[in-house]
């Protein structure tokens, strides 16, 4: 099964853009990527996911390398309560989500 | 409504009493899954049930006991726990793969139980 890589931490500024990398070298071409956070004493919550080219919503963009085995959550004007935990997940068939460790966002006022 | 509700929200038991933990979701979601997740650690899948059949067990031990009377509640029983079960359990639903087009649906989580076993 294809495995994610991602920094432990990060750190970034209120109203500063925060780019959030995964590495995914072993991924398939099928495989979608997804992005989910956790913030504090809460459940995971979806963010975005893609499959080859990028996509944009209303919380983030999620840019994929042209090779795919590489991705980068945008978060274009970072707040506090962006604080959390951000997961990459490649998942396993339809209905399984295996969490890696992610990386835990920090905001600074 | 976008909401997928857990109780109780905190729960303490002893290692030889029976207790559930409960999730409710009204999406109309037929995929209902639960999830382990130690401090300081990532969440692990448990089982998943779609249509009210259990799909997926993780190798879950036995004193786990999941339950899906119909499909907007699901049980885990809990009987016979160890300390090293004390965690936070995650419910989760989504529609079924194939509904909306996608090869995996966005699972929508509950705030989960935090369970201590003493």
């Known amino acids: 099964d294809a495995k994610t890589t991602q920094p432990n931490s990060m750190e970034s500024n209120e109203e500063e853009p925060v780019h959030l990398p995964c590495n995914h070298s072993t991924i398939s071409g099928t495989d979608y990527i997804h992005w989910y956070r956790q913030l504090p004493s809460q459940g995971p919550e979806y963010v975005i996911h893609g499959l080859t080219s990028n996509v944009n919503n209303r919380m983030a963009s999620l840019a994929i390398a042209e090779d795919r085995k590489s991705s980068t959550l945008i978060l274009h004007r970072a707040t506090l309560r962006d604080a959390a935990v951000y997961y990459c997940i490649l998942p396993q068939g339809a209905q399984k989500l295996v969490f890696g460790q992610g990386t835990r966002l920090t905001i600074n006022p | 409504d976008t909401e997928v509700t857990q109780t109780p929200k905190h729960l303490v038991m002893g290692m030889t009493n029976k207790k559930s933990l409960k999730c409710e979701q009204h999406m109309g979601h037929r995929a209902m899954y639960w999830y382990k997740q130690k401090a300081k650690k990532p969440p692990e899948l448990m089982f998943v049930?779609?249509?009210?059949?259990?799909?997926i067990n993780e190798s879950v031990p036995s004193r786990f006991s999941p339950e899906c009377p119909n499909s907007s509640l699901l049980n885990l029983h809990l009987h016979a726990l160890q300390p090293e079960d004390s965690a936070l359990y995650l419910c989760?639903?989504?529609?079924?793969?194939?509904?909306?087009?996608?090869?995996?649906?966005?699972?929508?989580f509950g705030p989960g139980t935090r369970l201590t076993v003493l």
């Open positions: 049930y779609s249509y009210e059949k259990l799909s």
């Open positions: 989760a639903s989504s529609q079924l793969p194939g509904t909306s087009g996608r090869s995996t649906d966005t699972q929508y």
